[in-house]
């Protein structure tokens, strides 16, 4: 299970951190992802981590802004959030992606990714 905190009220120029920690499962055997769905839109990717490494992936809208990483013998992976704006606003979810993995091409596509956090809420207001 996928436990995700962290969201909040911020206004815009903030940052905020989300958490994520998995639990029942090895976690150092799952790449990890963030997505949001902000209201009447599509869930859609944010980044992603490989399980060895530091191998990251972002969305255009969040690169040099936020910043994925994760704590194996935590269990953690957390999105922190600079520079936040309006557009920011979403319920953020993390996800996990276990063998098989998703290869490059899909790594955006949230089908790819085998269990889901409990969403966390963040409004970033102008």
């Known amino acids: 299970q996928l436990q995700a905190s962290g969201g909040g009220l911020a206004q815009a120029g903030d940052s905020l951190r989300l958490s994520c920690v998995l639990s029942g499962r090895t976690f150092s055997t799952y790449d990890m992802g963030w997505f949001r769905q902000a209201p009447g839109k599509e869930r859609e990717f944010v980044a992603r981590?490989?399980?060895?490494?530091?191998?990251?992936w972002y969305a255009d809208s969040v690169k040099g802004r936020f910043t994925i990483s994760r704590d194996n013998a935590k269990s953690t992976v957390y999105l922190q959030m600079n520079s936040l704006k309006p557009e920011d606003t979403a319920i953020y979810y993390c996800a996990a992606d276990g063998p098989p993995y998703a290869i490059l091409s899909s790594y955006r596509d949230r089908r790819h990714y085998d269990y889901w956090g409990t969403g966390t809420q963040v409004t970033v207001s102008s």
């Open positions: 981590h490989s399980r060895h490494g530091v191998n990251t």
